[in-house]
């Protein structure tokens, strides 16, 4: 199964007092419901951030890693934080998604949010948290950039 939707860019937001916030309609516009399905599942990030998959990227990730050895004490760690703290979320009619006060402290999220997209998945982070990662990511940016080329350019 191949990545339907495809998210870009960013944009900046605020929770509401519920812990909802809007996915911007270029996001939502990236969704094939009936390729993708409908909502999302949000699990934490090492990064300080919430990653949002498609219900079908999720599945795809999942399938991905059944195939991996499961001997070790470090995959079933893995299994436990990536697994038992994702959650499944669902858009109401305005566009809002709930985020779990479970999933918001995980990663200190709260008031002001950036909603990046990120080619297969959406990522979700407190603006101080985002603002820092750029600023930090922009040091390396331009030797990933010339190895992601490079290896796209051998393919």
């Not at 495809?6 to 419901?33: C, N, Q, T, Y």
């Not at 985002?130 to 051998?154: C, D, H, I, N, P």
Request: hydrophobic share 40%.
């Amino acid at each position: 199964m191949s990545v339907a939707a495809r998210f870009m860019g960013h944009s900046e937001h605020s929770l509401d007092d519920k812990g909802r916030v809007i996915i911007p309609s270029k996001f939502r516009d990236a969704i094939d419901s009936a390729q993708d399905g409908t909502g999302f599942v949000i699990t934490p990030a090492p990064e300080q951030c919430l990653f949002l998959y498609t219900p079908a990227e999720w599945s795809r990730i999942c399938d991905a890693q059944r195939k991996l050895p499961k001997g070790s004490p470090e995959y079933r760690q893995f299994q436990r934080l990536w697994y038992a703290n994702a959650e499944q979320g669902a858009l109401d009619k305005q566009g809002r998604l709930l985020l779990p006060e479970r999933l918001r402290s995980l990663v200190n999220i709260e008031g002001e949010i950036v909603i990046a997209g990120c080619y297969d998945r959406l990522e979700i982070w407190a603006k101080p948290a985002w603002e820092s990662a750029q600023s930090a990511a922009r040091g390396s940016y331009a030797s990933q950039v010339q190895a992601f080329l490079g290896a796209v350019e051998t393919e």
